[in-house]
């Protein structure tokens, strides 16, 4: 028995219909048909999203900033710190202190002459009978003083422009003459000749403004320069 619209036997319904040809390839969707897009797909400008304004800019992040130029760091090109005024008084100090050495030594220098001239000939003679020329030791005496003097207002100066070194030298050369003025006081007074006070005011006042010259450099503001200049 056969159904409706089929001229094949019951037994061969199973079976393949020999009359309907099979389905060529172009009845079944291939890998052209997948790969284009469908309408309304990305490439359709109509479903495309709207713009919006991004008021940071379209840059990518580390070219929205500045950067530094090359070779230079943060620590480069940031100003250079500034000298506190604490520096500049210590500065003038170191002069003033320097200032009455340096006049002495060079008064000795030229009045060396007078200077053994001025000595009473009985004095003059024992001096000579020990074998010291008077006149020779002033003058050296001078040079010595002028030397130090100027050695230690270099010092104040570099000191004064940043270099630590020279701060640690000028401690140095102060503390020397600190020691030399009282080891003075000391023997002149082991033998009986007190300094008088014109002689104290003289090595009194340049030790003082020396100790407070020292005292400005190594304060707070000074010693936070110092650390920025390294």
Partial sequence: MSTPGDGRAPDERDLPDRA??????????????????????????????????????NFPYPASYPSSPAGL???????????????HLALLLVVLSALPYLLVGLLAVVGAGQAAAALPPEDLAQIQELGVDLEQLVRVTGFVLVAT??????????????????????TALTAGFVLMVATSAV????????????????????????????????????????????
């Fill in 20 to 57: 309907r040809p099979y389905p060529g390839p172009s009845q079944y969707p291939g890998p052209s048909q997948y790969s284009q897009p469908p309408a309304g797909g990305p490439t359709d400008p109509a479903a495309e999203p709207p713009y919006v304004y991004n008021p940071y800019g």
């Fill in 73 to 87: 760091g943060p620590e480069q090109v940031l100003p250079p710190p500034r000298r506190p005024g604490s520096l």
């Fill in 187 to 230: 023997a002149a007074g082991s033998q009986g000749l007190p300094m008088d006070g014109a002689s104290l005011l003289v090595l009194g006042v340049p030790l003082v403004l020396a100790l407070l010259a020292l005292a400005l450099m190594f304060g707070s503001a000074a010693r936070d320069w110092f650390a920025r200049r390294r």
């Fill in 149 to 170: 003097a100027l050695v230690y207002l270099l010092l104040g100066v570099l000191a004064w422009t940043g270099r630590r070194w020279a701060r640690g030298l000028l």
